[in-house]
């Protein structure tokens, strides 16, 4: 197939999750492009937290709350940001397309941005790709990035079939010892077993892959 890979990464821990997924899908015979998402935003980590940190303490409840989630998420306003000229602004001709970018809170705000903007995106079977600090937990990385990522997608008449995040076990603010805590508690594994690069890693690597192409024809 002929397939675009799309990403955003802003510290480069996405962008190396992305070409591994590059890799794979060309050893198996398809025909990769790359579209690396370039965010026009001059803040920092800290600038761009501050854009949705009203939104935190929704989040928070949103844990402890499958009802209160479902509608949480589905009432999301998701923020964007500028992002720059595309080389493939039109995905007509692509089979399939995948979108990758680091979590922030929802979607990254340069990859809502792409979703909306990017032309002939009606149709498509997409591949969603995502990396997040913590460990996986189900429900804070997971299911808030999954389910975001979908109603998005969604919107433009598209369909996601199938997801891979991958922890970076990395946060600009400084906060993956609280992660390596937690990492301990919820799965009794220190967070490096989950990081991109892992055997873990690689083996959810290769079973989305295998997934977006078997659901991908």
């Known amino acids: 197939m002929k397939i675009l890979i799309a990403y955003f990464s802003r510290t480069g821990f996405t962008e190396k ?4 997924v590059k890799e794979i899908l060309e050893s198996k015979g398809n025909s990769i492009s790359i579209e690396k ?4 935003s001059k803040d920092t980590c800290l600038g761009e937290i501050c854009k949705d940190v009203h939104h935190y303490p929704l989040i928070f409840l949103s844990l402890f709350s499958k009802s209160w989630r479902k509608r949480y998420i589905a009432a999301y ?3 964007e940001e500028d992002i720059g000229p595309l080389q493939y602004s039109d995905v007509s001709d692509f089979d399939m397309i995948c ?15 792409y979703l909306r903007e990017v032309r002939g995106l009606e149709g498509k079977r997409i591949g969603a ?3 997040f600090g913590g460990p996986p937990l189900p429900v804070f990385e997971l ?7 979908n109603r998005i997608v969604k919107g433009r008449g598209a369909s ?6 991958i922890s970076s076990a990395y946060h600009e603010l400084g906060i993956i010892p609280l992660f390596r805590i937690m990492s301990r508690i919820r799965f009794c594994k220190s967070i490096d077993y989950f990081k991109s690069g892992s055997d873990f890693s690689d083996k959810l ?8 192409l078997t659901k991908g024809t």
């Open 129 to 131: 790709v995502y990396t």
């Open 99 to 113: 979108v990758g970018g680091p979590k922030w809170a929802h979607v990254s705000y340069p990859v809502a941005r």
């Open 160 to 165: 996601i079939v199938a997801h891979l995040g």
């Open 143 to 149: 299911e808030t990035m999954k389910e975001s990522m």
């Open 37 to 40: 998402i370039q965010s026009m």
């Open 17 to 20: 999750l992305i070409y591994k």
């Open 77 to 79: 306003t998701q923020i």
């Open 205 to 212: 690597t290769r079973e989305f892959c295998d997934s977006l």
